[in-house]
């Protein structure tokens, strides 16, 4: 199982120099951002390093991270068994919503 800083199952990808970065920690999924390729971590607006983005989650099953729309949207699906629910943000992971 891969680690990065308390993120267990954690996925990367990058999008215009910037790491994406989500994994799995105490029931939820947590988006986290760098442009140093993770020795440092960008913060969001509130000061903070990482961003919920789905409570509760499967531990077992990573969320997948990707671009839509050239870059106008972050996009994550978070399993949920027996579903697969996929959440939008239009900010850069500042805010997440369900989109089913």
Known sequence: MATIEGLSHAMA?????LLYVIGYRAGGQYLRRSA?????WL???DDSEEKLVAMPAD???VGFV???SQGRALLVAVSRHPVIDVYV????????ECEG
């Open 66 to 68: 990707k671009m839509g």
């Open 89 to 96: 943000s239009v900010d850069d992971g500042e805010s997440w």
């Open 13 to 17: 990808f990058e999008f215009n120099g």
């Open 36 to 40: 140093d390729g993770g020795a440092t």
């Open 43 to 45: 913060k969001f607006a």
């Open 59 to 61: 531990e077992q099953r």
